[in-house]
Nanobody
Framework: QVQLVESGGGLVQAGSSLRLSCAASRRTLNTYAMGWFRQAPGKEREFVAAISWGGGNCAYGDSVKGRFTISRDNAKNTVYLQMNSLKPEDTGVYYC????????????????????WGQGTQVTVSS
């Protein structure tokens, strides 16, 4: 389907900021929501944030509330994740994902809802 490519990751110090981007290969005609997930070595994949494509409604995981902001640019077929006040525990591979399922925002917390995934970008936060 639509290919998703993440970018913007890197190595930063605690307290700094990063902005991740997820670009789609073409217009997301059948995408209803986009999400960000992360996975640290030896841990389960964790929900970070989600946004509905049409309405722009947003949801966040408890560990990032107040620090991260998800947004989208419909014209550019791109979703962003602004990460502020980064902590070492934010370290991991960040994946963006899209879903063709038109559901409630609560549904978008679950990785199984998504049917299209990017390859991920590494974020490392040092102290």
């Amino acid at each position: 389907q639509v290919q998703l490519v993440e970018s913007g990751g890197g190595l930063v110090q605690a307290g700094s900021s990063l902005r991740l981007s997820c670009a789609a290969s073409r217009r997301t005609l059948n995408t209803y929501a986009m999400g960000w997930f992360r996975q640290a070595p030896g841990k389960e994949r964790e929900f970070v944030a989600a946004i509905s494509w049409g309405g722009g409604n947003c949801a966040y995981g408890d560990s990032v509330k107040g620090r991260f902001t998800i947004s989208r640019d419909n014209a550019k077929n791109t979703v962003y994740l602004q990460m502020n006040s980064l902590k070492p525990e934010d370290t991991g591979v960040y994946y963006c994902a899209g879903t063709s399922k038109d559901r409630s925002m609560a549904t978008y917390f679950w990785a199984a809802t998504y049917d299209n995934w990017g390859q991920g970008t590494q974020v490392t936060v040092s102290s």
